[in-house]
């Protein structure tokens, strides 16, 4: 297990314009339908806290429960519910994170330990804000009753809150996917009637630099699928939709150095217009702050290297002004966090850099 680093200095003590310093600790953020909180848990295989961001008060909504403490993902339900993401016990990262963590619901008050709603799923989940329903995909390593390790289902379903409890209830497969093509919804639109999803292309017989990561949305009604940016080599991953719902945080690698390789590493958050143009504008400005001089988190004895500083796990305000993100730093396992920010997306908006939207060449 992937023990908490304290990074010194930490990149949001100076941070770039319209950014600002939340937390140097906690990993992916998701704000309260009401806009007044932000859940997140607070290290790799942690608990789940949320902070006032009136007061700056955080609140250990899981310590004190008699429930795992593995928890590695927060998404809130419209009616203020928490859905979490993690295994019953930690065994190994791959293990406890692709094939044994499992959904959870948490109520609104935390008083309860979060009950277990009995479905493993693969990595994360998108969240209705309109009814109690969420999205998932599921693999075989997963489900084996899926018949092979590489075939994958994505499932919008419903919760049903009944007398014994919180239980998962109206079902749909909506997308299948195998051979190494590998879906995760991220976000409902158009009033639930579309999933829009990243998808990966892992496939066997293609070499790891010419992988890549594409965004798609599927109707729910009639399954018709359509793709929003694709590029090759490129990882390109959704991170939160807009209120407008017209626009989604992405992550994508198309700037990273070494160029014309996959890397499922991203520097900045994009802003992504979903009309299949591909175009998108930087958001965060992480590509030019001074390196973290830093061992592996696995490593605190060295080797140790200059590691560039990331802004990645995005989730956008309900009235659209903030963006709040978590920091790493390149040599970090995926979804390993160093901090939680802010972006004031209205004075972004009105800068220069907001206007610098360009597709992919």
């Known amino acids: 297990m992937t023990d908490e680093v304290t990074a010194d200095p930490h990149v949001l003590d100076d941070p770039p314009p319209f950014h600002f310093k939340l937390l140097d600790y906690g990993e992916r953020p998701y704000w309260s339908p009401d806009g007044r909180r932000i859940a997140f848990v607070d290290k790799h295989y942690g608990d789940i806290c949320e902070i006032d961001l009136g007061t700056r008060e955080v609140r250990n909504l899981t310590r004190d429960l008699a429930c795992p403490h593995l928890f590695l993902r927060v998404l809130i339900l419209h009616n203020g519910d928490y859905l979490l993401i993690g ?10 994170r692709h094939v044994e963590s499992e959904l959870w619901l948490l109520d609104k008050e935390a008083k309860s330990p979060p009950v277990p709603l009995g479905r493993r799923i693969w990595e994360g989940a998108a969240v209705s804000t309109l009814a109690p329903r969420i999205a998932y995909a599921v693999g075989g390593r997963n489900d084996p009753s899926l018949g092979a390790p590489d075939r994958y289902e994505c499932h919008v379903t419903d919760i049903d809150y009944a007398a014994a409890g919180p239980r998962l209830g109206a079902d749909q497969v909506f997308y299948r996917a195998q051979g190494g093509y590998i879906p995760e919804p991220q976000d409902f639109r158009l009033d639930d009637a579309e999933v829009i999803m990243a998808e990966y292309d892992f496939r066997r017989e293609i070499h790891p630099y010419d992988q890549r990561c594409s965004i798609k949305g599927v109707r729910l009604t009639t399954g018709e699928v359509r ?15 807009f209120p407008d719902q017209e626009h989604i945080c992405l992550e994508t690698s198309h700037d990273m150095e070494p160029l014309g390789r996959y890397t499922i590493k991203t520097r900045d958050l994009w802003k992504l217009k979903l009309d299949g143009s591909g ?19 696995n490593a605190p004895i060295g080797p140790w290297h200059a590691q560039p500083w990331l802004a990645t796990n995005s989730n956008v305000s309900p009235d659209g002004r903030w963006l709040a993100f978590m920091v790493n730093v390149l ?3 995926a979804g390993y966090g160093r901090g939680l920010g802010l972006l004031d997306l209205q004075a972004w908006s009105a800068s220069p850099q907001a206007t610098q939207w360009a597709a992919p060449v």
Not at 291 to 297: D, E, G, K, S
């Open 279 to 297: 175009r998108r504008v930087r958001m965060t400005s992480f590509h030019d702050r001074p390196p973290l001089f830093a061992a592996h988190p």
């Open 87 to 96: 295994p019953r016990e930690y065994k190994h990262p791959d293990i406890s």
């Open 227 to 241: 793709t929003y940016i694709d590029e090759p080599r490129v990882h390109n991953e959704c991170e939160g939709i």
């Open 331 to 333: 040599g970090d396992p």
